[in-house]
């Protein structure tokens, strides 16, 4: 069953603390994403990974960092979390393999810092 | 400007009735996904169709590549189709990133 898993489903934290969130997929995709999504901004990425250890900036990379040491997971990290931090986060994958590769979504993570 | 620009912003259809939303891009594209976001947040990809025609189910996309467009063509329009529809391209930089449009609110009522 192919799936793209994100825990947790909803948090809640204080303006400073840190936070991760995990993503997790069963199909070997090599690249995987993250991407935040705002009221009347759409879905920005956040970052994109190439695979384990090869990570890239995407267009809104200030106040986060990514870790993946497994090809099936992709963690987002928020070191000292700000108000503006507050929104719905989606991990995403897709295979290199394919000229026209689909992207695969997670369920989200709705963030919400106080 | 805005890269990806979906028309109208909004749609309010009875049941039975049948939809056509439009996405223009402004650059070339390599992949294009249309996705579908229920009232409750999740996301699920409908079509990925950069070029030609497509049909799934009661949906069919036609991409246009040099034109820069695409349709979401919804036929016999039922409540459950409510929702927010997203059209998404791949400017290939590497590493297929999707940039997204704002979407299509589609309101369905009995």
């Known amino acids: 069953d192919m799936k793209v898993t994100q825990m947790p489903r909803y948090l809640i934290k204080r303006m400073g603390e840190n936070v991760l969130l995990e993503c997790g997929q069963d199909m070997s995709h090599e690249t995987m994403y993250w991407y935040r999504q705002d009221p009347g901004l759409g879905l920005q990425l956040i970052y994109i990974?190439?695979?384990?250890?090869?990570?890239s900036e995407g267009d809104i990379p200030k106040g986060y960092r990514v870790s993946r040491k497994k090809r099936e997971h992709f963690s987002l990290i928020l070191d000292s979390a700000k108000t503006n931090q507050t929104s719905v986060y989606f991990c995403?994958?897709?295979?290199?393999?394919?000229?026209?590769?689909?992207?695969?979504f997670g369920p989200g993570t709705r963030l919400t810092v106080l | 400007g805005q890269q990806v620009q979906q028309s109208p912003a909004s749609l309010v259809l009875q049941e039975g009735e049948n939809a056509e939303l439009q996405c223009n891009f402004s650059?070339?594209?390599?992949?294009l996904q249309w996705f579908y976001q229920s009232p409750g947040g999740s996301l699920v990809s409908l079509l990925s169709n950069p070029s030609g025609t497509k049909h799934t189910g009661r949906l069919t996309s036609t991409t246009v590549t040099k034109e820069r467009r695409s349709s979401l063509h919804i036929s016999s329009s039922q409540t459950t189709d409510s929702g927010t529809y997203l059209c998404a391209i791949d400017l290939y930089q590497g590493g297929r990133a999707l940039i997204f449009g704002t979407g299509t609110t589609v309101s369905v009522s009995p």
């Open positions: 990974s190439y695979d384990v250890d090869s990570n």
């Open positions: 995403a994958s897709s295979s290199d393999r394919e000229r026209y590769a689909e992207q695969f």
């Open positions: 650059s070339t594209a390599t992949q």
